[in-house]
């Protein structure tokens, strides 16, 4: 087995995404703590100031001992071979690999994976070329801490990275285009979200759009149009966190006549195999859900197909996705709005956290649960949390859809008390019963 690298090996999620972003989330939650424990009588903690250049040196060496140990040091176990340079396909099909020095060589195999990934997309923005504007990569890169930041994009990305550089002292401000924050969610999780962060001191404009950038006095100035009104907001820093495109560029797809969509993702059927026969592709670069857990599931079901050709392919509709802002969102299976557009006749429950013991013990009662049910048989088709540990809680939901269970059955089920957990309890017991009447640990 050959693997092609042109960058650094790990690719996104251990070098410039999962890993070292939620590194620095944690790193800067520590610091909140502190400073939010004045909510709990007869506690009293304060944070200095951030050594942020020692902060960065800790998540660089977190991420230098995950590259080695998950990827660099395991290819060398299994006995596969990284060639590090550019490949590109040519006739045959094989691959042509131009190493870093210039020299190349055709590697010739049975089988080809396309596991290019995705990189951070930009909208065209009058000016933005001459703005040294950071993205999703070069924001984990950040030698200093600016003292102001302007986040244009109010999903996944933008809202993590709001709240981690609010968390850390930075006067943040985030434009969203849409009418809402994470506006793939359910509506309540969009208003609780935005609810947070305002707590939280970052200024949050919705339904807004950027029009035009300039730098005025070494400082970021956006002119941006939202609700019928012209406005100016100015930065030390502006971050696009406008979402991902798939990387398919000069890899001489053509040349094979391997078929591309229209955002550039490969186009691939359900056993991840493209159209031409001894090519497959898997994780970011098909354009399905861009999630690290469905890269590595990809990954495997392509060696199964193409190897032992088991017709293997994979059930996305209970896919879990985890946004780690704190608190945390988090969903599973169907939105009400997705119900709906399917034919399902639905209805859904919503419990704020001031219901659910242990957000009440931890003196923070921001977030809900909201569950999301056929109306005839109870079954559940949707789960949403808002919650410290809702990556957590909602595992526990994707087995409750998985096993296709009602809301009856959840109602039913033993769950351990003071868990955050409990709000699924809870919440599927509001189908049929007020939950304001019981007690703390009634079933």
């Known amino acids: 087995m050959v693997m092609v690298e042109r960058a650094t090996v ?21 610091r909140h703590v502190a400073l939010s424990a004045g909510r709990f009588p007869g506690i009293d903690a304060t944070a200095g100031p951030v050594a942020f250049p020692d902060l960065i040196t800790g998540k660089d060496e977190l991420v230098g001992r995950m590259r080695s140990g998950k990827y660099v040091d395991l290819a060398a176990e299994h006995g596969w071979e990284i060639l590090s340079g550019r490949a590109r396909f040519v006739d045959g099909p094989a691959l042509w690999v131009e190493s870093p020095d210039g020299s190349g060589g055709q590697v010739v195999a049975e089988h080809y994976l396309i596991a290019t990934g995705s990189t951070a997309w930009v909208p065209e923005i009058e000016g933005l070329d001459g703005i040294d504007h950071l993205t999703s990569t070069t924001v984990m890169e950040l030698a200093e801490l600016p003292a102001s930041l302007l986040i244009v994009g109010g999903n996944y990305i933008g809202l993590e990275q709001a709240q981690l550089f609010a ?20 509506p ?33 100035v956006a002119s941006v149009m939202g609700g019928g009104t012209r406005r100016e907001l100015s930065a030390d820093r502006m971050l696009m966190a406008t979402g991902r495109r798939p990387v398919t560029d000069g890899l001489g797809l053509e040349r094979i006549g391997v078929g591309l969509g229209g955002s550039g993702q490969v186009l691939v059927d359900e056993y991840l195999r493209t159209s031409h026969p001894q090519v497959w592709a898997a994780g970011d670069v098909t354009g399905q859900p861009q999630f690290v857990y469905v890269a ?25 996705r985890v946004t780690f802002t704190g608190p945390a969102l988090a969903s599973a299976g169907l939105t009400e709005e997705q119900a709906r557009r399917q034919g399902l006749d639905c209805e859904s429950r919503v419990l704020p956290l001031e219901f659910v013991p242990r957000a009440v013990v931890n003196r923070d009662t921001r977030g809900l649960v909201k569950l999301v049910a056929e ?17 957590e809680v909602i595992a526990t939901a994707v087995y409750a859809l998985r096993g296709r269970m009602t809301v009856a059955d959840m109602a039913a089920l033993w769950c351990p008390y003071l868990t955050m957990t409990e709000g699924l309890k809870l919440t599927a017991q509001t189908f049929t019963r007020d939950v304001a009447t019981l007690s703390c640990c009634a079933s």
């Open 10 to 30: 790990g690719g996104t999620c251990v070098n410039t995404g999962c890993v070292p972003s939620k590194a620095l989330l944690a790193a800067a939650e520590a």
């Open 167 to 186: 968390r850390l002292g930075v006067r943040v401000t985030v434009v969203e285009t849409l009418g809402r924050l994470a506006p793939a969610e359910e």
């Open 188 to 220: 309540e999780v969009s208003a609780m979200i935005e609810r947070v962060l305002s707590d939280e001191g970052v200024t949050v404009h919705t339904g807004t759009e950027v029009q035009r950038v300039r730098t005025e006095s070494g400082r970021i």
């Open 296 to 320: 590595a599931a990809q990954g495997a079901l392509m060696a199964d197909n193409a190897f032992t050709e088991t017709g293997r392919s994979l059930d996305y509709r209970d896919l879990p």
């Open 375 to 391: 109306r005839d048989t109870g079954r559940l088709v949707g789960a949403h949390v808002v919650a410290e540990g809702a990556g």
